[in-house]
Structures are given as C-alpha cells and as structure tokens.
C-alpha cells in the first residue's frame, strides 16, 4: 500500500537524518569528514545485540548504545582529529578516521562474524502493529518515528539555544576566536563528538528494531548514504540533514512501490546527483557554517 511505503520511508529517512546529523555536526565543527561515523552506527546495533543477549531490554540496550558509542566517538577524536587542528589537514584526518573505521569493521567481524545477527527483541513488541481498516502500522516504527522527532527537536535547541549550542557554534565560526573568548576549544569538540557519536549508535539500535539484525556491513551502506544525505541538505546545515534524510528514505521506499525496489539505492544517488547540479550548495547549505 501506498500509505504503508509512506511510513516505511519516513522510518529509513529518520535513521538517516540522525546518522547526517552527526556528520553534519563534526563537520560544520571541524571542516573535516568522519568517516569512522558510519561505522559507529554499526557498533550501536551491536552494542543493543550484546545488551539484549545478556539478558538486558531493549531500552537499556540503547542506553548502553549511547554510552558506549559515545566514548568511542571520543577515541576516534582524540586518534583521527586532535592533532590533525590545521585547517588544511583535510586529507590526513579523513584517511586517519578511514583507517580507524576498517579497524572497527575488523574487530566487529572478529566478534560477531560476517553474517546478520539477530537482536533479541519480543515477539509480543516486534509484531505489535495499530491497524486502520488495511494499514498495519508497527509500533515500533510509530516509536522510531516519534524518537527521531524528539532527538531533532532536541538537538536543535542544543545547538540554537543553549551555552553549549553557543560554544559549539562559536568553535565551528573561528576556533581561534573562540579560543580568544576563553573557550575551552578541545571539550567542545569532545562534547560534539560524543553527541554526534550517540545519535549514530542509536539510530543503529533504531535499525536493528526495524529489520530485526545488525551485520558489520551497515556502516558502509548508510554511511555512504548519509554522506549524500548530508550533500542533499547543504553541508554543515541541520535542517539539510534532516530534510535530506527524510527525501532519501522517500525516494527509496517509493522506488521500491512501483518495482524498482533494486534500483532505491541509485535512486538516492540520482537525486543527490539532480539536486547539486540545480543548486550545488544543498537544498539549505550557503557556505561552510554549522547551522540549526
């Protein structure tokens, strides 16, 4: 049904907007790609996998998700981006956070093997649905839509409207200046790592609760995706990551509705393709300048 499509796309448009918005967020910080985030999407899902595997609920298997991903988000600044401050070391902290991700991936193959393991999720919570006549929503996706909602909610008022938001914004405008302002310039880019980092890992826990599985190859898949998503709504700009999630996961879904299910992920690269040619900015993006 068209209806079911709909949801089912603004579910997979949720897991990458929150995926783009930590992109988003180092990089508007930064001026530099991380591109161990990805892979630290993967680890939160199994993360929740070995939470739930030790007898845990789902919930604490997200909350030990955000933790755990969180500081691994500060390992990757402090081995990929703290010495690398230059403007210009573009290169060298990209291939370093590369190779910091291969080492993830790895030591996640090593662990868990190559193939999908399952997430321990009750069938009572996994087949709930609300049904409307022929449409059978699952709760679990009505819960990943209405968490992604409140995680953008939040962030956003983090980043427009509180200290650290100001801190935050002020460190992506001029680390010099902020430094000058009596900005503690490294915590600021701790703290955007590990939030940036968290909201990967739970949106991993959020996938793992829709498909059922988490394998070591999600990084690289809605990785790369979330990086077009990120070029989709203007790099650097929150808004852009959250709309361009939202249009990706869309466009695939409704791909896949009128049989083109094998081509939904070229048709995400299609309109990242259509959108930068028509305004190479992004839908949002004026320039380098982290934006909610």
Do not use: C
């Amino acid at each position: 049904m068209l209806v079911e499509q709909l949801i089912n796309g603004l579910v997979l448009g949720s897991t990458y907007a929150l995926i783009a918005l930590g992109y988003t967020l180092v990089f508007g910080v930064l001026d530099k790609l991380n591109f161990a985030h990805g892979d630290l999407f993967m680890l939160g899902g199994f993360v929740a996998v070995a939470a739930t595997a030790l007898g845990a609920p789902v919930w604490a298997g997200a909350l030990a998700a955000i933790g755990v991903v969180g500081v691994l988000g500060l390992v990757v600044e402090l081995v990929s981006f703290r010495k690398f401050t230059s403007r210009d070391a573009h290169v060298t902290a990209a291939l370093s956070s590369f190779g910091l991700a291969l080492v993830m991936v790895d030591l996640a193959q090593k662990a868990w093997g190559t193939e999908p393991v399952a997430l321990n999720v009750p069938d009572a919570i996994r087949s709930a649905a609300l049904e409307i006549g022929d449409l059978r929503i699952a709760y679990i996706n009505i819960g990943i839509l209405a968490s992604t909602a409140i995680l953008l909610t939040a962030l956003w008022y983090l980043v427009a409207r509180t200290a650290l938001g100001r801190r935050i914004r002020a460190v992506a405008d001029s680390p010099v200046s902020a430094s000058l302002l009596g900005i503690n310039v490294v915590r600021v880019n701790q703290q955007t790592f590990f939030i940036a980092s968290a909201l990967a890992g739970l949106a991993g826990v959020m996938l793992g609760l829709r498909t059922g599985y988490v394998t070591t190859e999600l990084g690289a898949t809605y990785g790369i995706k979330a990086l077009a998503v990120m070029a989709i709504g203007g790099m650097g700009d929150m808004r852009g990551a959250a709309v361009g999630g939202i249009l990706a996961g869309l466009v695939e879904a409704f791909a896949f509705e009128v049989g083109l299910g094998k081509f939904g992920e070229l048709a995400v690269w299609l309109l990242m393709i259509g959108i930068l040619v028509a305004r190479p900015s992004g839908l949002f993006g004026m320039g380098k300048e982290l934006r909610a």
